[in-house]
């Protein structure tokens, strides 16, 4: 099956800079890649995903980037803010019924 | 966050017993999922349905049993026979066509001793 490794597993920075988050999967034939936020004490939400038709995606002060050749893809947050501090989980799926997801990685911004 | 709920919010059982948690949409969601999860280990499946009366194993269904009578309800008993099923779960759905977004319920937090 899928195998999501997501690092690192926690990550601080300054308010105002930028976040950056790695994973890595197995399946050549995964092709949908989502990026769930957890804040504590709440349920995940989806705040962007990206299909293995495109290599960029953005909304806003995120991004997400895909490598498929690699198989890697990566979270990016600029001007990272105090209410960005939560959990971050990667998934992947290759028929949009089963994900896989990465351990998460806790991103501390600090004001 | 309304549209799927899950209950009770924390649940305390005794080893040998087993439980159901209960998890409800009201979405016209298709798909729906049961997660389980683990300090540093992420979301990992148990089980998932995409159609009433029809539901797979996933990664980690073993001492777990599942439901789907009716396209609302999702219903996860864990069993004696989960060795370890302290832990937080979390029910989700989905739409199985156009927006593959999960929608997670609130969670259970299940503590065996």
């Known amino acids: 099956g899928e195998n999501v490794e997501q690092h690192p597993s926690t990550l601080s920075v300054q308010e105002g800079d930028s976040a950056v988050i790695k994973c890595t999967y197995s399946d050549s034939a995964s092709n949908y890649f989502p990026w769930y936020k957890q804040e504590l004490g709440k349920r995940p939400q989806l705040i962007i995903d990206?299909?293995?038709?495109?290599g960029e995606k953005k909304d806003q002060r995120i991004a997400v980037t895909l490598n498929k050749t690699a198989k890697h893809f990566s979270l990016h947050i600029t001007e990272t803010q105090p209410e960005d501090s939560a959990v971050y989980f990667c998934?992947?799926?290759?028929?949009?019924?089963?994900?896989?997801f990465g351990s998460g990685t806790k991103l501390n911004v600090k004001p | 966050d309304g549209g799927i709920t899950q209950s009770p919010k924390y649940l305390f059982r005794k080893e040998g017993q087993n439980v159901t948690l209960s998890c409800e949409q009201n979405l016209n969601h298709d798909a729906m999922y049961w997660y389980r999860q683990d300090p540093g280990q992420g979301l990992r499946l148990i089980y998932y349905s995409q159609i009433v009366n029809d539901f797979q194993k996933g990664d980690i269904a073993e001492g777990y049993s599942v439901s789907r009578e009716k396209k609302e309800s999702f219903p996860l008993t864990v069993t004696s026979a989960q060795k370890n099923p302290t832990a937080f779960y979390l029910c989700?759905?989905?739409?199985?066509?156009?927006?593959?977004?999960?929608?997670f319920g609130p969670g259970t937090r299940l503590t065996v001793t």
């Open positions: 990206i299909r293995s038709n495109v």
């Open positions: 989700a759905s989905s739409i199985e066509t156009g927006s593959y977004e999960q929608y």
């Open positions: 998934a992947a799926s290759n028929n949009f019924n089963k994900f896989y």
